[in-house]
């Protein structure tokens, strides 16, 4: 890895991208248990995937812009990992 990542995203009631410009990384995707209610990521069918609070998924070699997520606003989402 060659630069650190670490976001806090605040998400909003509409899909909106977790990097505004191209960012390819390996990253922790977490929901802290303190949201009030499921975030969801746009899935490749778009198709609401929920992620509940407390839950996390690592991913490997994505493309932060190319994710979309959208949730009560307010909720965030926690991004941990690095670029390649």
Known sequence: ?????????TVTGT???????????S?????PPGN?????IRGDLDEDVPIEPGEWH???R???????????PGDVVKIIGGTW
């Open 1 to 9: 890895m060659n630069n650190t990542i670490m976001r806090l995203v």
């Open 15 to 25: 899909y909106a991208p977790l990097a505004a410009a191209s960012m390819l990384g």
């Open 27 to 31: 990253v922790n995707v977490s929901c």
């Open 36 to 40: 009030s209610g499921d975030v969801y």
């Open 58 to 60: 690592d991913l490997q």
């Open 62 to 72: 994505v493309n932060l812009a190319e994710l979309y997520v959208k949730g009560t």
